[in-house]
């Protein structure tokens, strides 16, 4: 059953970039969400700042539309719309001027949890942070989030954290990460720590090796500009594909506690060897040939001659003692064949098989669905019902959240509800600490200069394939290979 929900305190939150596009798809609906679920408190108020003229009514109106187009169900019933919009008001900000923020500060309510949602480029963070202290707003209950890319490399990400913290303790500052808010990535931390039946075997004597894969069907479309100073690597890897790989290796925290898991998370990150450039493999999707409105990335991107990857495969080691001599898959990328999201933990074959060559290799996998279809599903191996010998077939334990919960299933609080949630609560467990994103990118940054340096290209692959050719190659070396990519 889904768990009762409990109110938080009572806020003003202010969304900068109120008006952008992910405050209209992600925020507001998520914020709506959570006022249908009873889990805001009478006196909560929700406040769009932005450089656009528009005066309450005017964003109340921007805020229907949105959510009669991303949120769900209740998004179209009148009356508890409009009990929202009631929480809402709107003001006219310049970011980098003085204009609105006398008018921000005066509404501003005393003795109420004050949280300020950065929904803007990181090139705005220093001048938000500034201007939140200048004009009084920011107490030591305060609290910022902002959203990714932190950063470009160690440098600008090193840079950025001096910046907000002039004006904010690492204790009020919360970088989001929506897939540490996905109701799986969670249960993993339950299964490992909330069950005896793993931790025992959550290491390298028993684990064979770990995949974790993040395929998308859509290109970079309207985002190529974006997306071409970027690339896989930073887009994904760097963050995403990181933290799930942390919560898959951290050692047991001492507690349940934002900094206890924290901790653990940076240790894994300060643990991985650099990757030789034989256990990486880069790509650029082609065109669909049988639609012309599906071009390649190098057309998405407009620059014929880039050598940015919409597709990464890694070969990754971490030096501990629960995972030396475990590899770990990375791969993510664009116009894959199905959208996806898993890990899968493959643990190792039986030492011996007393049912003879004939009965086959049979092994248990553990996978933790992320999208679509949340749930876990655990591989064992049986007997084939019926006569004539022992015949041995892998079967899954399987559990979704929508056939678990039934019904319940649609009020599971998505990524964005849950973290918003916490950043009330002020609980930063699933939120990234400076340190452990300066780790990150200190760990990346040698790789993309590694290539650079080389000048290596991506390699080609089909649109709607599983990757390129070189990426099946690099689990086939090893004697192992990729799960099928599907929905």
């Known amino acids: 059953m889904v768990s ?13 970039g109120g008006t952008g596009d992910l405050a209209r798809r992600k925020i507001l609906p998520a914020l709506f969400r959570r006022f249908c679920a009873g889990q805001m408190e009478r006196g909560a108020r929700i406040i769009g700042a932005a450089r656009s003229e528009m005066d309450n009514e005017g964003y109340r109106e921007f805020v229907r539309e949105a959510l009669r187009e991303f949120g769900t169900g209740r998004a179209c019933e009148e009356g508890t719309l409009e009990g929202f919009c009631k929480t809402l008001s709107y003001i006219t900000v310049d970011a980098r001027g003085t204009d609105g923020w006398s008018a921000l500060a005066a509404m501003m309510k005393p003795g109420v949890v004050r949280a300020f949602y950065f929904s803007v480029g990181p090139s705005l963070f220093g001048d938000l942070a500034e201007r939140l202290h200048q004009y009084g707003m920011a107490d030591a209950d305060s609290r910022i989030v902002v959203e990714k890319p932190f950063g470009r490399d160690l440098a600008t990400a090193r ?20 897939y540490l808010g996905k109701e799986t990535v969670q249960n993993l931390m339950a299964v490992r720590f909330g069950n005896m039946l793993f931790e025992p075997l959550w290491n ?29 690597m930073r887009d994904m890897v760097q963050n995403h594909l990181m933290q799930l790989l942390c919560l898959i290796a951290m050692e047991p925290p001492a507690k349940f506690d934002p ?36 071009p390649g990335y190098l057309a998405h991107a407009e620059n014929p001659r880039s050598k940015t990857e919409s597709f990464i495969a890694m070969r990754l080691a971490i030096s501990n003692w629960r995972w030396k001599g475990t590899p770990f898959y990375l791969r993510t990328g664009k116009r894959l064949k ?62 979704s959240f929508a056939e678990a919960l039934g019904p319940e299933a649609e009020e599971v609080p998505d990524a964005y509800e849950r973290l918003i949630m916490d950043v ?19 760990w990346t940054d040698p790789l993309i200069e590694g290539w650079e340096a080389r000048g290596d290209a991506p390699v080609p692959y089909e649109s709607g394939s599983s990757g390129p050719e070189d990426a099946l190659m690099l689990m086939h070396r090893d004697g192992r290979r990729w799960r099928e990519i599907r929905a």
């Open 259 to 294: 900094d206890a898991v924290r901790d653990e998370k940076l240790k894994v990150i300060r643990a991985l060897d650099p990757v030789p450039p034989e256990d990486i493999v880069r790509g650029q999707y082609l065109a669909e040939t049988d639609d012309p409105d599906k």
């Open 4 to 16: 009762r929900v409990i109110p938080v305190d009572e806020f003003d939150l202010v969304i900068f």
């Open 338 to 399: 199905a959208r996806t999201s898993e890990i899968a933990v493959v643990f190792k074959d039986t030492p011996h098989s007393i049912f003879g060559p004939e009965a086959g290799r049979h092994r248990n996998i553990l996978t933790i669905r992320l999208q679509p279809n949340e749930g876990m599903e655990l591989g064992v191996t049986i007997k084939e019902p019926g006569p004539g010998g022992m015949r041995l077939i892998d079967v899954p334990l399987d559990m």
């Open 204 to 232: 390298a004597q028993y684990v064979d090796h770990i995949q974790i894969t993040v395929a998308e069907t859509v290109g970079v479309g309207g985002r190529g500009e974006y997306y071409d100073r970027s690339g896989a």
């Open 424 to 442: 009330i609560r002020g609980n930063q467990t699933l939120f990234m600490r400076g340190d452990e994103v300066e780790a990150a990118w200190a």
């Open 159 to 178: 840079a950025l954290n001096d910046t907000l913290a002039l004006h904010f303790d690492e204790s009020q500052i919360y970088r989001i990460d929506h």
